[in-house]
């Protein structure tokens, strides 16, 4: 540590941040952060971890001298603020006398949006060596928690596919394949769920450790509108936020927009295109944490290559902004159109990102005593209203998913209980050992959006002029509770002795005893399927059962598996019952019902280019968890044939046709996307597609006696182009029609089907540009099996269901029989974004046999 001048950004890296045709890469980019931090006492740079790949992930702490030393005690503060129970008001007073302003920025979640970790040296370089006014005060004044990378690993793979394109016809095209190991963009949608491990590094910082006042997650948008959008939010509004949280926005908001305009920076948008009931990306769950969670957005380049842009092609009507592109109350000074460079998206990120830590310098004060109100009103809220608390029972179809349904909330810093006696709660009773989250806590909001029903607005801010549905800026629900299938009970009023709850406490798992028969699994629990495959992995034979088997201690479910007793599973089953929290049954008499021997299945599943397929990725890490062995399968593979040679099951993920085949992909991307965005260009060798010699290989491969699984739209490929008697009821239908963007339906299971073993008779299953089927008559209708259907009414549990008639009775999963195989058509999002802990079992249950 020193005081030392570094060197700028420029003179390091040989190029200015932002220049044409130049990209820092993060190796890069970390040596510099290290550097800065040997030669000034105002930066610190923390390394919280390795990254999905093993690459450092990096939090960097720029302050004053004095406030650096005193990092702790201000961290405590922020804290204590975030969570005012038990403080007066004088001495809430004093704390934020005493404390500082945290204001946490992040950059490039999404790898190819690039600008913000380009920015960031030369932001940071600014601060520590700045010595304006305006510098001192914020370094002063102010904790600037900045998160220069949030995805190291896509930032290295997108800087190396730009150079190595670099001066080629397809210099700037995008990356092919997904822009992170498994989820590319998706990574701002793991906010509550916190699969990936970068996502857990920024929720230890926001969520626990630090707590700020503010976070700005620096994004990219299309090229053909607005340069740049910056808060607040449109309409619709979620309902759990405190209110204080929309006034903030307007207010960083409008000192980002007087200090761009200042800055002579046209074509700023704000209060427009980006709504505030959005999916708990970490730009919008950080409302309900009662943080100011913002979003900027900047028109892309092609990565660091100019795009030029006719002022004829630029356009308006977006949300909240007239269909011309024109000057307006949140769009007063229009950019006219030109060159559009890294180097500008660089330089109006920074003045946001400056003007933020300029205004929370300014009203420190008010910053922090804000942030108390917002918590304090909270628990007030909870208090008052109803209701009063969830209850997570002990009895659960699942109970391990339940408790690790409790251990994501305590990631979220939401305090949960854990009751010391019998107690009584809406006249019910639960025994000794229940969890409990009351409302009366600062983080209320959260509370009642993951766990309570959530209804989409159906209302002017979500129907176009003509009444026609507006999409939602993601899933129309993101509730935790109904995705991993857990029952919680909303309750008015509880009695009882509680404890706060600092870790899970899981069943330490046992094997009851020695059998020379054998032991039962419960099928209904998700880890059984890591058991199994562990057993299988070490040669141990396991069966499963085809009907239902009483013993005295538990009633298992059909599809239950029966590990019989042989050499070494004794030692095998404690080993699995130790390390998974699983109870082994030894079994006293033999069973009565049918039973045959599982075998693992040789699992392939297709992977495409055209960007990546977010659905293939998200299914690859579930699988890893699960230890599923599988292969992925490219275009030349299957178009090969002969696939049952190798495969027993091949999957496709949740797709549309054209970008599985190949064929008519610019006409869907036109489709789609209307001329907003156009169809990248790229290389001959990552333009993918099965075409139709893949079909008839896939169709040969079933006929064969291989398993086809199409999850959700790939559901329409065998339906269209095997000929299969089954219709999409959906098809063609207007959204005026019918309209159910990402919500959790309720539905009926056949769970005495192999595919439906260990499902609960009723389901909440999610939908998401799903269809709904229906057999068509034929002469070997006993060949079509439907596992999943809809109710005959009260079919949307949480989200947005516009024609609830078109759903009834319909099937939602088919086993359809064609040769010697068999087409598993799953028409929902049964392991979307590894969140749907509660349907994982019909994909799980289709790669065993």
Known sequence: MGDKVPPSPEEFFGFRMGADRRLARWDRIVEYFRLLEESSEKIRVLELGKTTMGNPFLLVIITSPENMRNLERLSEISRRIADPRGLSEDEAKGLVEEGKAVICQSMSLHATEVGGTQMAPELAYELITGDSPEIRRILGEVVFLMIPCFNPDGQIMVVDWYNKWLGTEYEGCPLPWLYHKYVGHDNNRDAFMLNMVESQYAARVLFREWVPQAYIDH????????????????????????????????????????????????????????????????????????????????????LATPIYIHRSQLRGGVRGMSSTYEAQLRFPNPWPGGWWRL???????????????????????????????????????????????????????????????????????????????????????????????????????????????????????????????????????????????????????VHGEFSVVKKVEFPEGMVTGESEIG??????????????????????????????????DLRFPPGSFLIPHQEGVEEALRRGSRSLHLTFHALREEVEVGVREVRRLRVGMYQRYYGGNMDEGWTRWLLEQYEFPYATLMDEEIKGGDLAEKYDVIILPNDPVPLITGEKVEEYFEKRFKGRFPM?????EYRSGIGEEGVESLKEFVEAGGRLVTLNQACQLPIERFRLPVRDVLSGLSPKDFYCPGSTLRALTDNSHPLAYGMPERALIFFWNSPAFEILPSDRNERYEVVVEYPDSDVLQSGWLIGEEHLRRKAALISASLGEGEVVLIGFRTQHRAQTHGTFKFLFNALLK
Request: with cysteine; aromatic share 10%.
């Open 219 to 302: 994004h990219h948008m299309g090229s053909y509108g607005a340069r740049f959008y910056i808060p607040p939010y449109c309409d619709p509004i979620h309902p759990h936020a405190d209110p204080l949280i929309w006034r903030e926005h307007e207010w960083y908001g409008a000192h980002m927009a007087v200090k761009l305009e200042e800055a002579g920076k046209t074509g700023v948008l704000s209060g427009a295109q980006y709504l505030a009931w959005g999916h708990l990306g970490f730009h919008w769950i950080t409302e309900y944490h009662n943080i100011a969670g913002m979003l900027t957005e900047s028109a892309s380049a092609r």
């Open 680 to 684: 990248p260009r790229y290389p001959p």
């Open 343 to 493: 180097r500008d998206i660089v330089e109006q990120q920074k003045i946001a990102a400056l003007a933020a830590l300029d205004l929370a310098a300014k009203n420190r004060r008010e910053v922090l005593w804000n942030m108390y109100l917002k918590a304090r009103r909270q628990v007030e809220r909870g208090e008052a209203g109803r209701p009063y608390a969830f209850v997570v029972p002990l009895e659960q179809h699942d109970p391990l998913t339940a408790l690790k349904m409790v251990e994501r909330l305590l990631l979220q810093g939401i305090e949960v209980h854990r009751a010391e006696e019998e107690f009584e709660g809406d006249g019910g009773l639960y025994p000794r050992g229940t969890y409990v989250v009351f409302l009366q806590q600062p983080k209320m909001g959260l509370i009642r959006t993951l766990l309570g029903r959530a209804l989409y607005p159906d209302n002017e801010w979500t129907r176009g002029r003509d009444g026609a549905p507006l999409r939602p800026q993601d899933t129309a629900t993101d509730t935790l509770a109904e995705f991993m299938g857990v029952r919680v009970v909303p309750v008015d009023e």
């Open 519 to 552: 032991y039962l699994l419960d099928t209904r629990l998700n880890d059984s399927y890591i058991a199994v495959n562990r057993l299988l992995t070490s040669g141990i034979e396991v069966l499963r059962v085809e009907g239902e088997v009483d013993t005295p």
